[in-house]
């Protein structure tokens, strides 16, 4: 049985329009400058509010590059890699930032755009990690 996309709030025809303007904006701006990372965080931001889940993960890709040891980037990364469907990935890049410091356990439990990853079999490596972390910290 197929999964159901994460649950997103569904964008009013207005909330599209102003959503497709400031993604127009932001191409510009990273058109110029290709490393404008706070411009590159909500583009690949408002990509994925867009549903446009592989724009966001290259954009999210650019921004792992750019800033290779970022605990929040590689969490992002995590979820755009789940939301395509690259679970294995997902695994992976939410290790990564998992050893780069983020720790925020509850959302990470919580975040739909994750779904699919909690589901999938690799994601054990992460529970195990996450059980390894919190043992450290108490």
């Known amino acids: ?3 159901e996309a994460p649950v997103r709030k569904k964008l009013s025809r207005q909330e599209k329009r102003d959503l497709d303007i400031e993604i127009g904006f932001l191409e510009g701006l990273v058109r110029r400058d290709p490393g404008y990372i706070d411009a590159l965080q909500i583009l690949g931001d408002d990509y994925t509010k867009r549903g446009k889940f592989t724009l966001g993960l290259k954009i999210d890709q650019r921004l792992a590059v750019l800033r290779p ?32 410091g983020y720790r925020d356990y509850k959302w990470l439990a919580e975040d739909p755009d994750l779904g699919d990853l909690r589901d999938h079999v690799c994601y054990s490596k992460v529970r195990g990690k996450i059980r390894l972390l919190k043992v450290k910290v108490h």
């Not at 755009?80 to 780069?100: I, P, R, V």
Request: aromatic share 12%; charged share 15%.
């Open 1 to 3: 049985m197929p999964k």
């Open 69 to 100: 040891h970022d605990s929040l980037i590689y969490y992002n990364l995590a979820c755009s890699y789940s939301l395509t469907g690259q679970q294995e990935e997902a695994a992976d890049a939410l290790l990564q930032s998992l050893e780069y």
